[in-house]
């Protein structure tokens, strides 16, 4: 985590697009975030949810 965020900042100092955007990993976070609301709740939930 630490890397990720040092690569942040300095893409905000050196105006750059990070390596990886956030519009790229987001629908791997709606899977995991559905995934943990699953556990939480016992019972599925659809990624659409959070997607």
Not at 18 to 23: Q, S
């Amino acid at each position: 985590m630490v890397n990720q965020i040092q690569e942040f900042a300095s893409c905000c100092l050196e105006d750059k697009v990070p390596d990886v955007e956030g519009r790229s990993v987001r629908h791997t976070m709606a899977v995991i975030e559905s995934a943990k609301q699953s556990a939480e709740r016992n019972q599925p939930v659809l990624v659409s949810e959070f997607d």
